[in-house]
Nanobody, 124 residues
């Protein structure tokens, strides 16, 4: 069974950092572009960052540029989202998604595989 499992979320103070991990189970992430999405209560899901299947291309939402960094380690079958200078408005459930695209994008309905979500709360 193909699964994505996120980890690394939690409660952090404003200005703090967290690193989310997205590990694949039952398949290899080689050949898959990965997207990170988030959804806050009462708001639509939005794309945060994505990385191409080669790792050579990345995209970031304007709201996180300069603060978040996406990376992948295909040997460990894992993608990471390093989140620095966190703000209360970053509070949301974060999801990783995988799709067989050469590049990546924020069209969430095009990604067939999704993780279960991981809560990030930024609060003092």
């Amino acid at each position: 069974q193909l699964q994505l499992v996120e980890s690394g979320g939690g409660l952090v103070q404003p200005g703090g950092s967290l690193r989310l991990s997205c590990a694949a189970s039952g398949f290899t992430l080689n050949g898959y572009a990965i997207g990170w999405f988030r959804q806050a209560p009462g708001k639509p899901r939005e794309g945060v960052s994505c990385i191409s299947e080669s790792g050579g291309t990345t995209f970031y939402a304007d709201s996180v540029k300069g603060r978040f960094t996406i990376s992948r380690n295909n040997a460990k079958n894992t993608v990471y989202l390093q989140m620095n200078s966190l703000k209360p408005e970053d509070t949301a459930a974060y999801y990783c998604a995988a799709g067989r695209f050469r590049l990546c994008h924020f069209l969430d309905d095009r990604y067939p595989y999704w993780g279960q979500g991981n809560q990030v709360t930024v609060s003092s």
